[in-house]
């Protein structure tokens, strides 16, 4: 824990010395995180990935102005959410979807924060279907990301609907395990088993 701290202390100092070393740390800590929380706004990958550079940019230029690691986080969230906000406002025409996002997005920072959580969820857990053995993470994927059904997977893969329960029980199972044994903590554990239950 101590280390972890010297470690944060240490890239603020080199973020504030204007090191690029540590915006390309941050950039590696927070963009995959920040890159579905836009995308899933705006519906839109190109510009969802414009906007979370355009906000790395913005913290570039204002690198003298944080103190803390969670500042620069909140920083992020928050300009990423205004940047959809805007975003959104332009457009001409709209999805429902969008039009839900903008009265979302207009409620204020405490609304984004069930968002952020799921984002940095879903980044941890994208790290861990990658440990997964071959046809258990072609399963996991297939059920929670492509939200394929049982039976879809199975006539899909030539496997028994039983064998697709049976990997699907234990990814979930192998992913739980390994965020208990990381540390993660009980609102992060109670993210993923929303995201796996939705």
Same mark, same amino acid.
Request: charged fraction near 30%.
């Given at each position: 824990?101590?280390?972890?701290?010297?470690?944060?202390?240490?890239?603020?100092?080199?973020?504030?010395?204007?090191?690029?070393?540590?915006?390309?740390?941050?950039?590696?800590?927070?963009?995959?995180?920040?890159?579905?929380?836009?995308?899933?706004?705006?519906?839109?990958?190109?510009?969802?990935?414009?906007?979370?550079?355009?906000?790395?940019?913005?913290?570039? !230029?204002?690198?003298?102005?944080?103190?803390?690691?969670?500042?620069?986080?909140?920083?992020?969230?928050?300009?990423?959410?205004?940047?959809?906000?805007?975003?959104?406002?332009?457009?001409?025409?709209?999805?429902?979807?969008?039009?839900?996002?903008?009265?979302?997005?207009?409620?204020?920072?405490?609304?984004?924060?069930?968002?952020?959580?799921?984002?940095?969820?879903?980044?941890?857990?994208?790290?861990?279907?990658?440990?997964?053995?071959?046809?258990?993470?072609?399963?996991?994927?297939?059920?929670?990301?492509?939200?394929?059904?049982?039976?879809?997977?199975?006539?899909?893969?030539?496997?028994?609907? !039983?064998?697709?329960?049976?990997?699907?029980?234990?990814?979930?199972?192998?992913?739980?395990?390994?965020?208990?044994?990381?540390?993660?903590?009980?609102?992060?554990?109670?993210?993923?088993?929303?995201?796996?239950?939705?």
């Amino acid at each position: 824990m101590k280390k972890a701290r010297e470690e944060e202390l240490n890239w603020m100092q080199e973020l504030y010395e204007g090191n690029e070393k540590a915006l390309a740390h941050f950039f590696k800590l927070h963009s995959k995180s920040l890159a579905y929380f836009t995308t899933r706004m705006l519906e839109d990958k190109a510009e969802a990935d414009d906007i979370v550079s355009k906000c790395f940019l913005k913290l570039w !230029q204002k690198h003298k102005d944080f103190k803390t690691v969670q500042n620069i986080k909140a920083f992020l969230y928050i300009s990423c959410r205004n940047a959809c906000l805007d975003y959104l406002a332009s457009l001409k025409v709209r999805t429902a979807a969008q039009e839900k996002y903008i009265i979302y997005l207009q409620q204020g920072e405490e609304t984004i924060l069930y968002d952020v959580v799921q984002a940095e969820v879903l980044d941890m857990v994208n790290k861990e279907i990658e440990e997964l053995p071959d046809k258990m993470k072609v399963v996991f994927k297939m059920l929670y990301i492509e939200g394929k059904s049982t039976n879809e997977i199975a006539a899909e893969l030539g496997l028994s609907i !039983q064998t697709v329960r049976n990997q699907k029980i234990k990814a979930v199972a192998i992913i739980k395990n390994s965020l208990l044994k990381k540390g993660v903590s009980n609102a992060l554990q109670l993210a993923f088993l929303f995201f796996i239950h939705k």
